[in-house]
């Protein structure tokens, strides 16, 4: 069964950046449509970014040109790079599958905050 381990969260000010990893066991992953969503407290989680086996990418509205989604297969991880962070991106963010098949991981808390 596949695992996910997510990483890379933190505290940053409005405008900062923060790249996420999801490093996940076994190659099969490179097979999956690999996602990032997030969870505020008090929300539902959410679906921010996809990428595609063969590296298209879609986004949440909000988070558009913003954020980007990329993956190696070869480290069997995918990452998201976060830039001009505002304080709505306060969540706990995890990787799955698009759609969510796999088991959560824990996820990692990004806070945006001055």
């Known amino acids: 069964q596949v695992q996910l381990v997510e990483s890379g969260g933190g505290l940053v000010q409005p405008g900062g950046s923060l790249r996420l990893s999801c490093a996940a066991s076994g190659s099969i992953f490179n097979l999956y449509v690999m996602a990032w969503y997030r969870q505020a407290p008090g929300k539902q989680r959410e679906l921010v970014a996809r990428?595609?086996?063969?590296?298209?990418?879609n986004y949440a509205d909000s988070v558009k040109g913003r954020f980007t989604i990329s993956r190696d297969k070869a480290k069997n991880t995918v990452y998201l790079q976060m830039n001009s962070l505002k304080s709505q991106d306060t969540a706990v963010y995890y990787c799955n599958r698009a759609p969510p098949l796999l088991g959560w991981g824990q996820g990692t808390q990004v806070t945006v905050s001055s």
């Open positions: 990428i595609t086996v063969a590296g298209d990418t």
